[in-house]
């Protein structure tokens, strides 16, 4: 099945600095990248989605200063949370269709980040 | 609005028997309807997907039905095991242009030994 891998799997920071997060599809090549934000017990709220080679389209509330998306290859996106906050602490998953951008296709999951600030 | 809702309570079942998990909408019209499976501090797993013209779809021990008129979806296991235990996630697919997935807030299953 399709691969999507996320790294890191947890990381801690202080508040103030700025935290990378990566999503490689390993075994497809993904033009469209999903990135969703978990609280616990909640849903699955979509932040952005990410195409390679162009801007990344945001959802309505999301700033798009504080969470920086670049998409540089058919197989990387990676998501920034600049200037963090202990509110945005949270479970952030990326995630790819393996049939691009289509419908009727599963999504393939990376196995998120647990960002901490502190 | 448009609103997608599944139960918040947890379900908690006996080994052996059928679960069945609710997926409730309003104000959208999905050409497709997803379900996953997520394990704590894991990305959800796809398990199945059913089309708006088809009523029901089955893998193994599990079976969707999708009827667009209640908008509602149903998942059951059946036969149930402790590993099925997880949350489960529906996602309303086809709802516009930009392919993304809106999901549930999804349903616990606890299957007791």
């Known amino acids: 099945g399709a691969v999507v891998s996320q790294h890191p799997s947890r990381v801690i920071c202080k508040s103030g600095t700025s935290v990378k997060i990566e999503c490689r599809s390993l075994d497809f090549q993904a033009t469209t990248m999903f990135w969703y934000r978990q609280f616990p017990k909640k849903s699955l709220m979509l932040m952005a989605t990410s195409n390679e080679g162009s801007k990344a389209t945001y959802e309505q509330g999301v700033e798009k200063d504080k969470f920086l998306i670049n998409h540089a290859s058919l197989t990387l996106s990676t998501l920034t949370v600049t200037s963090a906050h202990p509110e945005d602490s949270s479970f952030y998953i990326c995630?790819?269709?393996?049939?691009?951008?289509?419908?009727?296709?599963?999504?393939?999951f990376g196995n998120g980040t647990r960002l901490t600030v502190t | 609005s448009q609103k997608i809702e599944q139960n918040s309570e947890a379900l908690n079942i006996q080994e052996g028997k059928t679960a069945t998990l609710t997926c409730n909408y309003t104000n959208y019209s999905p050409a497709y309807l997803q379900w996953y499976r997520q394990d704590p501090g894991r990305g959800p797993v796809f398990l199945l997907l059913i089309r708006e013209n088809e009523k029901e779809k089955r893998k193994e021990r599990l079976k969707v039905t999708f009827d667009t008129t209640l908008k509602q979806s149903l998942f059951h296991i059946t036969a149930s095991q402790p590993a099925d235990s997880a949350t489960y996630l529906c996602a309303l697919d086809g709802v516009d242009s930009s392919y993304k997935l809106i999901f549930g807030s999804g349903t616990r299953l606890l299957v007791r030994p």
């Open positions: 995630s790819a269709r393996r049939d691009g951008s289509s419908y009727n296709s599963p999504l393939h």
